[in-house]
Nanobody, 121 residues
Framework: QVQLVESGGGFVQPGGSLRLSCAAS????????MRWYRQAPGEQRRLVAA???????DYAASVKGRFTISSDNSKNTLYLQMNSLKPEDTAVYYC???????????????WGQGTQVTVSS
């Protein structure tokens, strides 16, 4: 019923910028929170940033001051603006929505397919 599609990943040089997008579609009833995770090869998937539907944000210490999470609630779309990128930001980035679908009586997590971000000279 609900699907998340990511876009915006790519290859950039250190110090560059990139913007990721994640669009949710389907029979969505209500969204509680939206998040970005990332996973480097051989590493655990870790939280990068989070935002509630009311706009309250939180960031991992490693990206604070460089990344900005935002959303367009009317379009059910999540964004991650990444500035001053470093090689250690290289990872597959996944969006995550905690939401209730039309057919459900409770909230649960939905995941995007992942998009590769590579930061290298």
């Amino acid at each position: 019923q609900v699907q998340l599609v990511e876009s915006g990943g790519g290859f950039v040089q250190p110090g560059g910028s990139l913007r990721l997008s994640c669009a949710a579609s389907g029979s969505i009833f209500s969204i509680y929170a939206m998040r970005w995770y990332r996973q480097a090869p051989g590493e655990q998937r870790r939280l990068v940033a989070a935002i509630t539907v009311s706009g309250v944000t939180d960031y991992a210490a490693s990206v604070k001051g460089r990344f900005t999470i935002s959303s367009d609630n009317s379009k059910n779309t999540l964004y991650l603006q990444m500035n001053s990128l470093k090689p250690e930001d290289t990872a597959v980035y996944y969006c995550n929505f905690n939401l209730r679908s039309m057919a459900a009586l409770t909230f649960r997590d939905y995941w995007g397919q992942g998009t590769q971000v590579t930061v290298s000279s």
